[in-house]
């Protein structure tokens, strides 16, 4: 009874492994899975590229308009230049087209403050103020293109707390008629 036993054994069928198969579908599906990420990772750059080109375009666009606004004010038929100096040197000249709403605004040697404090332009018409640009905490001379203006309005500078305010609560430190 032994030997049939043995006998037996030897001649059943050996159970077929597919792990070949097995290894070469987890091989297939890895290099799927890698294909897949490259080519994902391949088109969001190419999308972050695009958005960079677009915003690219869209400054050079806005810049472009900003100039040519600039020029139109610079060079209108009924653009009145405009200059003062404060006691301690501070000056302004503003280029001002009524047509146009506008006025190109030049500063220069505006007094040290302290560096939490910043200069802000202000349009005042009636009376009222309204911010118009709050100036880098640094900033001492530039220009500044000012818009929503008209005939009887003026532009003063103030010194403001960091980051500006909502309302003038410094006092002016120059002011000029734009008219």
Same mark, same amino acid.
Request: aromatic share 4%.
């Given at each position: 009874m032994t030997g049939e036993? #043995?006998?037996?054994?030897?001649?059943?069928?050996?159970?077929? #492994?597919? @792990?070949? /198969? /097995? #290894?070469?579908?987890?091989?297939?599906?890895?290099?799927?899975?890698?294909?897949?990420?490259?080519? %994902?990772?391949?088109?969001?750059?190419?999308e972050v590229e695009e958005?960079?080109? !677009?915003?690219? @375009?869209?400054? $050079?666009?806005? &810049?472009?308009?900003?100039?040519q606004r600039i020029e139109? +004010?610079?060079?209108?038929?009924?653009?009145?230049?405009?200059?003062?100096?404060?006691?301690?040197?501070?000056?302004?000249?503003? +280029?001002?087209?009524? &047509?146009?709403?506008?006025?190109?605004?030049? *500063?220069?040697?505006?007094?040290?403050?302290?560096?939490? =404090?910043? *200069?802000?332009?202000?349009?005042?018409?009636?009376? =009222?103020? @309204?911010?118009?640009?709050?100036?880098?905490?640094?900033? !001492?001379? %530039?220009?500044?293109? +000012?818009?929503?203006? #008209?005939? %009887?309005?003026? $532009?003063?500078?103030?010194? &403001?707390?960091? %980051?500006?305010?909502?309302?003038?609560?410094?006092?002016?430190?120059?002011?000029?008629?734009?008219?």
């Amino acid at each position: 009874m032994t030997g049939e036993l #043995t006998d037996d054994l030897e001649e059943a069928p050996q159970p077929v #492994t597919d @792990r070949p /198969r /097995r #290894t070469w579908s987890r091989r297939l599906t890895t290099f799927g899975m890698a294909c897949a990420l490259v080519v %994902g990772a391949a088109a969001l750059t190419l999308e972050v590229e695009e958005q960079r080109d !677009r915003d690219q @375009r869209s400054l $050079i666009v806005a &810049e472009q308009e900003r100039l040519q606004r600039i020029e139109t +004010v610079l060079t209108a038929d009924d653009a009145i230049s405009r200059t003062t100096t404060t006691e301690d040197g501070a000056r302004v000249s503003t +280029v001002f087209s009524a &047509e146009h709403h506008a006025a190109m605004v030049t *500063y220069s040697d505006l007094p040290d403050i302290d560096p939490k =404090q910043t *200069y802000q332009i202000w349009r005042v018409r009636n009376e =009222q103020p @309204r911010s118009m640009r709050v100036l880098a905490a640094d900033a !001492r001379e %530039g220009t500044a293109l +000012v818009l929503d203006l #008209t005939d %009887g309005d003026a $532009i003063s500078f103030t010194v &403001e707390p960091e %980051g500006g305010s909502g309302q003038p609560t410094g006092d002016i430190v120059v002011a000029l008629r734009l008219n």
